[in-house]
């Protein structure tokens, strides 16, 4: 159960930022016991690796905080965040060990699935809520709301690892949040309609 709520944290964290989860997963695996990547993705914890993601970290930290740039950050980062999501995911088999259960172990796919389709629907969550952000404050939001998504996305992650069953609130102020969006980009959407019709 434990395991299954850090891949799910973890993985809902790559749908906000694909290198923040991927990087924290990384650092502590070589510099504590927290981590303990299963067999095939040691290479998470090269140094190399870390630094790579962590150049391509400060690319999305910065891209993310520009408007129009963002969206089109969004656009690319649909292969890369659920692609992430997966890795995270899976990367966390090594906790169903120590919970003795062998399900996850034995079914290595169902990691990535249920970490590509988290992070993807958070993904998609994200990408539909920035350009009402950006229409609603002139642009002006766009920083405001990339640095909560970075910091959710850190804070979600160390959670996932460190206090797994608080992920459960996390995910269910994440669903509040999609539902409050979804309604917004629903009347977004109707006042284009509305004054597209009285034009």
Do not use: C
Not at 57 to 81: G, M, S, W, Y
């Amino acid at each position: 159960m434990l395991s299954t709520l850090t891949g799910l944290g973890l993985s809902t964290a790559a749908g906000l930022n694909a290198y923040i989860p991927l990087l924290v997963v990384g650092v502590l695996a070589n510099v504590t016991d927290a981590v303990k990547l299963p067999e095939g993705y040691a290479w998470l914890s090269h140094w190399g690796v870390l630094a790579v993601i962590a150049v391509l970290l400060a690319a999305e930290f910065v891209l993310d905080k520009v408007p129009a740039v963002d969206t089109v950050n969004d656009f690319i980062q649909t292969a890369v965040r659920p692609a992430a999501g997966g890795v995270v995911f899976s990367a966390t088999s090594a906790a169903a060990e120590l919970e003795n259960s062998t399900w996850m172990s034995q079914n290595p796919w169902a990691g990535w699935v249920l970490g590509i389709v988290l992070a993807l629907a958070v993904h998609l969550l994200k990408t539909a809520s920035r350009p009402v952000v950006n229409a609603s404050t002139a642009g002006v939001g766009a920083p405001v709301a990339s640095v909560a998504e970075d910091g959710g996305a850190l804070g979600l992650s160390l959670v996932a690892i460190f206090a797994p069953i608080l992920v459960i609130i996390a995910l269910i102020l994440l669903a509040l949040i999609a539902w409050w969006v979804i309604r917004k980009v629903r009347r977004l959407r109707a006042r284009r309609r509305a004054r597209q019709g009285s034009a």
